[in-house]
């Protein structure tokens, strides 16, 4: 198999207070590791490269916290993808992680879909988690309620890419900004859709004239760069700055955009980039990053992992909140954001963050209308959960296409 690998821990450290919502309520969990069941393996699924500095590479670290806490052997498995490993199939990577004794399949990516549900039909006695998807929100469009054994799992990083938004208007001088997307789905317009609603927020609450703020969305055609298949990412963000954008906000699994403007601030122009999915993103452009939201999964794999080690794995749709009063703990929040040293005002983004944070600022209000010029959320209104959940265009403002 491609690119098996295998990584043993030990178990060490406790578990503390992991607070998650769903559609039915919001829970609170706080043990030790001690206090409950462990698994003693599991299987990762990754669509990219373990070591990609983005949403792989932030999936492998969150399995490596569980097989920590549990004392657990990971089976990993990267590049299961189309492209990458066409003779390879998700259900089939997960048959073989269950033949060789993992109790928990995760599968890490939203096009995992046909694969997991397959699997999950196939071994009803295996917990499985699939990173995004909606088999088991009672009211979402692909609802199985047949499939116990299948939970779902995202952090709301809506609220990150709101964070990404704000700061790119803060630093922008222009107020030109460009959104490199991956592919076109429900996943990707409504986090798209959250970058533009912060960056406008920002923009305007800087005093920048709303009708100078162009916000372009640029999508490659899949998660990461491949070859002959889909746009060049390094040439799309050379091409964002030559057109006169002044700030690029990443959202693809890996960090072409960061290198590209540390190249072209070291040339000398004034740009900057936010990254996405991995806490250290900004490593790789250090002074032109002015930060990023990044995914931190090792709590609720590990609070699902006890649950299925338990019997009390259950199928649901778990969409969790960041943990506001510590938004980067590593042991509590879903979803994180680190600012950038970059960043010259940070004050104004923490005042945004906060106010995120309390409620304050509720950028899905209404009116809100699509790229159209349809009513989205009309006047009066908030966005519901399914609304958010299943975008169907980007916004009106939005430069860029919706399908």
Request: aromatic fraction near 10%.
């Amino acid at each position: 198999m491609k690119k098996l690998f295998i990584t043993l821990s030990l178990l060490v450290f406790s578990m503390f207070l992991f607070s998650c919502s769903s559609e039915s309520e919001e829970t609170s969990w706080e043990t030790k590791a001690a206090d409950r069941e462990t698994i003693p393996k599991f299987g990762m699924i990754l669509v990219g490269p373990r070591n990609d500095k983005g949403w792989s590479q932030a999936h492998f670290e969150g399995g490596q916290y569980l097989a920590k806490i549990h004392g657990a052997e990971m089976i990993t498995v990267d590049f299961v993808n189309p492209a990458d490993s066409p003779n390879l199939t998700v259900d089939q990577v997960a048959a073989d992680m269950i033949a060789e004794g993992a109790e928990l399949i995760i599968a890490t990516s939203d096009d995992m879909k046909d694969g997991i549900l397959v699997a999950a039909e196939n071994n009803p006695e295996v917990s499985m988690i699939w990173a995004s998807g909606d088999s088991a929100k009672s009211d979402g469009k692909n609802y199985r309620p047949d499939l116990a054994n299948l939970a779902n799992v995202m952090g709301k990083m809506e609220y990150g890419k709101m964070i990404a938004g704000c700061a790119a208007a803060i630093q922008s001088e222009t107020g030109h900004i460009s959104f490199l997307g991956p592919l076109i789905n429900d996943e990707t317009r409504r986090l798209a859709n959250a970058a533009y609603l912060g960056a406008k927020y920002c923009w305007q609450k800087s005093g920048g004239d709303r009708d100078v703020l162009d916000f372009r969305v640029v999508w490659i055609g899949f998660w990461f760069h491949i070859p002959g298949v889909t746009s060049d990412p390094t040439q799309v963000a050379n091409e964002f700055f030559d057109n006169g954008s002044d700030v690029i906000i990443s959202h693809i699994d890996t960090p072409e955009a960061l290198i590209v403007t540390e190249q072209r601030a070291l040339a000398g122009e004034n740009v900057w980039v936010v990254g996405y999915d991995y806490e250290f993103a900004c490593d790789l452009a250090p002074t032109r990053c002015l930060g990023v939201p990044y995914f931190n999964w090792g709590p609720a794999y590990n609070k699902l992992a006890h649950d299925s080690a338990e019997d009390i794995f259950e199928a649901r749709w778990h969409w969790n909140d960041p943990n506001w009063d510590n938004l980067n703990d590593p042991d509590t929040s879903p979803i994180g954001f680190h600012i950038g040293d970059a960043l010259n005002d940070v004050a104004m983004l923490q005042e945004f963050i906060d106010g995120l944070a309390s409620g304050e600022i509720n950028l899905y209000k209404g009116p809100i209308n699509y790229q159209n010029g349809a009513g989205w959320i009309v006047q009066g209104s908030t966005a519901t959960d399914n609304d958010i959940w299943y975008s169907e265009m980007l916004l009106e403002g939005m430069v860029g296409d919706s399908n």
